[in-house]
């Protein structure tokens, strides 16, 4: 009994091990505002109350600009724009059903050579 539990112990962690190490090669792992905000904090000394101000106005910043059908560009990281997606026709995946998705206004990202660069 005492060798089944860690035989299911140890796989359990293997096939955690192993699932990490997929998600990872799948991309990497998911970084949240608060581990942003603490990754500068430890950079810069800036209290973490003062970066997420900071952070909030940047983000609504930027949101308002391109609300208003203007792009952001921070060279070297990327360009933010609006995008148009024409209307089309799709199929809903349960039924089959064609339906009309309209035409609409989507948020974009390109990024920068410098960003592309450090990347590869």
Avoid: C
């Avoid at 860690?6 to 997929?22: G, Q, R, T, W």
């Avoid at 430890?42 to 997420?52: L, N, P, R, W, Y």
């Avoid at 209307?87 to 035409?103: C, D, H, L, S, V």
């Amino acid at each position: 009994m005492v060798i089944a539990k860690y035989e299911i112990v140890y796989n359990l962690y293997s096939n955690h091990v192993y699932n990490l190490k997929s998600k990872k090669e799948k991309g990497g792992r998911l970084m949240t505002k608060s581990e942003l905000v603490e990754a500068i904090q430890e950079k810069t000394g800036i209290a973490k109350k003062d970066i997420s101000k900071v952070m909030d106005a940047a983000i609504e910043t930027v949101t308002d600009t391109l609300m208003d059908g203007d792009k952001v560009s921070l060279v070297g990281f990327g360009t933010f724009q609006v995008s148009n997606r024409k209307a089309r026709t799709g199929q809903n995946p349960q039924t089959g059903e064609k339906i009309e998705i309209p035409a609409r206004r989507v948020p974009k990202f390109t990024p920068g050579k410098t960003l592309k660069d450090k990347i590869h």
